[in-house]
């Protein structure tokens, strides 16, 4: 006999729900994480509401923020060159874009804009359930993602976001020493983007942000905090008037798009970060970025490169998940955990499905 597990379940547009589901047993060629923590997402809420529907299978379990250990590795395995250095009780999370490495995007080296990608927590079954089972052609690409040192659950979870934000911050350029960084947006993405830029030199990063609970958490991770109305004039002070040389967009709000315009300095580069809602538009002064040279970018999703830098950063200390993920619920009080996301409770939201 079979034996069961509870999965979260999205079975249609905003119908969610905690199931039952075989607990699987790896086939050849592929790998069952025993998951230990899944932090939960904006995107996740647009799923749960059915706002999001584009790449999810409904019937699908949700959770892409995994952190697990390897629980069974099937048969072939460990002889792929991917797979040879995995074993059963090590720490290991997933990159979740799962691509099909021969279409135009993947064979540039952005597999994570291929065009017939499917994710681990929308179209894959995700970590909200005891066991993720990672199959055979992710596990071939080189997917399963082991950790070097063992590091806590919640902040191995984490390395999906990360990974994302790493990508936003390449897209850009990075910030160089010295520079100045304005980071719209004090949510975990807005504090993942303050600590990655203060460790790679940035002089200052500005925050802003509406709740004081968050400006604390940035304030704390080093940041110069404001709130939103103040934000043109905090910077102005702190450039003596020049801009800022990096501007990140960490929320979804469309006339954002104008505003980071105006903040950056004369050839400052520019991070529409976050996603927008479906059909947004907004109206910007495209002089800004002709006479002021400033470049434009965005970021979607992560390779797996960028996992695998995201683990060290995070295994390292590099990066501290503490303020970051600040509350943690067992599975069965999944509710609890999505009104605490909607209601901003905290920062980050975690669920441990061993409880
Ligand atoms: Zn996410
Ligand atoms: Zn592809």
């Not at 509870?6 to 790998?31: F, H, Y």
């Not at 090590?90 to 993947?106: E, H, K, P």
């Not at 390449?170 to 993942?192: A, D, K, M, Y």
Request: proline content about 6%; charged content about 15%.
């Amino acid at each position: 006999m079979t034996s069961t597990m509870p999965a979260l379940t999205l079975r249609g547009p905003g119908d969610v729900a905690l199931t039952d589901k075989p607990v699987p047993e790896p086939g050849p060629g592929e790998v069952l994480l025993a998951v230990e923590a899944t932090t939960i997402c904006g995107t996740d809420l647009r799923l749960i509401s059915g706002q999001k529907t584009s790449g999810v299978r409904y019937g699908a379990t949700l959770g892409h923020e995994v952190a697990g250990r390897i629980a069974a590795i099937g048969e072939g395995v460990t002889d792929l060159p991917t797979g040879a250095n995995l074993r059963v009780g090590q720490q290991a999370t997933v990159s979740i874009v799962v691509s099909c490495g021969t279409c135009r995007a993947c064979l540039a080296g952005r597999e994570h804009l291929c065009t017939s990608m499917e994710l681990v927590g929308y179209a894959i079954d995700g970590g909200l359930a005891p066991y993720l089972l990672v199959p055979a052609r992710a596990v071939a690409r080189g997917n399963v993602i082991p950790v070097p040192a063992e590091i806590p659950a919640n902040r191995l979870a984490i390395a999906e976001p990360m990974s994302c934000v790493l990508n936003g911050h390449r897209r850009h350029g990075g910030v160089n020493p010295g520079e100045t960084v304005v980071v719209i947006g004090g949510g975990p993405i807005g504090l993942l983007h303050t600590q990655l830029n203060l460790a790679s030199g940035a002089a200052q990063v500005i925050l802003s942000e509406n709740n004081e609970s968050r400006r604390a958490s940035g304030a704390e991770l080093g940041a110069v905090t404001t709130a939103p109305d103040q934000l043109e004039a905090v910077l102005a002070e702190r450039t003596e008037g020049w801009g800022a040389d990096v501007v990140v967009v960490a929320i979804g709000l469309p006339f954002l798009a104008q505003t980071s315009l105006s903040l950056a300095a004369p050839g400052g580069r520019v991070s529409w970060f976050a996603g927008f809602p479906k059909d947004a538009t907004a109206e910007v002064d495209p002089n800004t970025v002709h006479y002021g040279e400033v470049t434009v970018s965005g970021g979607s999703n992560a390779r797996r490169a960028d996992v695998h830098d995201a683990v060290r950063l995070l295994s390292r200390g590099v990066i501290d998940e503490r303020p970051i993920v600040t509350h943690t619920f067992g599975l069965s009080e999944w509710e609890s955990a999505i009104d605490a996301v909607k209601n901003h409770v905290g920062v980050k939201i975690a669920i441990d499905p061993t409880r």
